[in-house]
């Protein structure tokens, strides 16, 4: 079955409600005439007269209040349904990130994120585990793995290169050349970055046994290394801040490519989607700029 046109059923409406024409036109902000036409036009569809004179007044008839307040209850749905899009739409965009990469590499980019993609809601949620986009509230992710990830999408943002960093006091008393020095100083381990890779990418067999100190949070183990404590593999991503600004150097070359990173990750089906995909955008452009 067809419907009316949604402007004659709007018109109806309205002039049930105020018992006239006049009032209705003033409130859909049309003309007297424009509401006249809408109802003259729904009564040639239904068949029906649906409003009756009587002095100043246009009385709905029986057939006119049932149709308008049905109408009345579509509106209502459609009203509440449209301030629920609105909020969904709106609102802060949550982005999940871990704290090593917030703190090393996105915090010191946030200012012109919020500013070129006029993002200015923009919250950073800090977890060092996989947030859910479905069940968490969390709009999109900077996730670190290999990827990709079932049911989401996602896309490289960050290669993985590991090589050694120091504290510059560290490395005047401990002089390096090559790898094979690193075997005779105190060596940061990451629980999830082993040196074994490193020494294996250089041609050298790992030490059978490394001890020292330990670390399951990548910024507290540079933050130690600058302190000169020992020598930290460090992810390049996480290290650019500390060895632009003085605090880590590397003491001689020798990098080894991993095919672990980090991903932009995102739910194709995201009520804030064209948001998310314009902050996506943003960050691959940022990566790209630096490595120009």
């Known amino acids: ?158 290669g993985e290169r590991l090589f050694p960093v120091c504290s510059p006091g560290f490395l005047e008393r401990h002089p390096m050349s090559g790898p094979a020095d690193l075997l005779t100083v105190p060596l940061l381990r990451h629980t999830g970055v082993h040196w074994a890779v490193w020494f294996r990418g250089m041609g050298l067999e790992p030490p059978a046994m490394i001890t020292g100190i330990a670390f399951d949070d990548t910024s507290v183990m540079l933050d130690a290394a600058a302190q000169g404590i020992g020598v930290a593999l460090a992810r390049e991503g996480l290290s650019e801040r500390d060895l632009r600004d003085g605090r880590l150097v590397r003491p001689f070359a020798g990098e080894v490519e991993v095919e672990t990173g980090h991903h932009v990750v995102w739910r194709a089906d995201a009520p804030r989607l064209a948001r998310i995909l314009k902050v996506r955008d943003w960050l691959l452009a940022e990566v790209g700029r630096e490595a120009c």
């Open 1 to 158: 079955m067809r419907l009316p046109p949604f402007s004659s059923l709007v018109a109806l409406e309205a002039a049930y409600r105020h018992r006239g024409y006049s009032r209705a036109a003033d409130e859909l902000h049309v003309t007297h005439g424009a509401v006249s036409q809408q109802i003259r036009k729904l009564e040639e569809e239904l068949g029906a007269v649906l409003f009756r004179r009587e002095g100043n007044d246009m009385v709905p008839t029986p057939t006119a209040r049932r149709l308008a307040e049905h109408v009345a209850e579509a509106l209502a749905i459609l009203r509440a349904g449209v301030q629920t899009a609105r909020q969904t739409l709106a609102g802060p965009l949550v982005v999940s990130a871990t704290s090593a990469f917030a703190s090393r590499w996105l915090v010191t980019r946030l200012a012109r994120l919020a500013a070129d993609t006029g993002e200015a809601d923009l919250q950073l949620r800090i977890e060092d585990r996989k947030a859910d986009l479905r069940t968490d509230g969390v709009d999109i992710a900077l996730r670190f793995g290999r990827g990709p990830w079932e049911g989401l999408e996602s896309i490289p943002l960050l």
